[in-house]
């Protein structure tokens, strides 16, 4: 099992970056993809993006592409969300998760089940 915390939220003006970090601690992190989760007030929340155990494949909504970018480091059992040009709508608590692939590289989704989930870290973005 592993334990996912995730940190790096802040106040950002619109236009503005942010790099969130998920440390994973516990068994090693290469044997689990990743995924970030966002909630924006009012909403129900939604998978923003996730990597695979090794790195390999990557996916994102929609409205994520070209502005936000996930990574890993393995050596470091952290996983980052790199966020470009913020917009006042991507405002929210944003968590981060762990699911188990094993110890080949497995890709994954979104949509994918995530078992491990860390506490929220917020994000807003101001106009």
């Known amino acids: 099992e592993v334990a996912a915390a995730g940190v790096g939220g802040g106040l950002v003006q619109a236009g503005g970056s942010l790099r969130l970090s998920c440390s994973l601690s516990?068994?090693?992190?290469?044997?689990?993809?990743a995924a970030w989760f966002r909630q924006a007030p009012g909403k129900e929340r939604e998978e923003v993006s996730c990597?695979?155990?090794?790195?390999?494949?990557?996916d994102y909504s929609d409205s994520m592409k070209g502005r936000f970018t996930i990574s890993r480091d393995n050596a470091q059992n952290t996983v980052y969300l790199q966020m470009n040009s913020l917009k006042p709508e991507d405002t929210g608590v944003y968590y981060c998760?762990?699911?188990?692939?094993?110890?080949?590289?497995?890709?994954?989704?979104?949509?994918?089940?995530?078992?491990?989930w860390g506490k929220g870290t917020q994000v807003t973005v101001s106009s």
């Open positions: 516990g068994e090693s992190a290469e044997y689990y993809a």
């Open positions: 990597i695979s155990n090794k790195g390999g494949n990557t």
């Open positions: 998760a762990a699911g188990y692939s094993g110890g080949r590289e497995r890709a994954v989704y979104l949509g994918d089940v995530m078992d491990y």
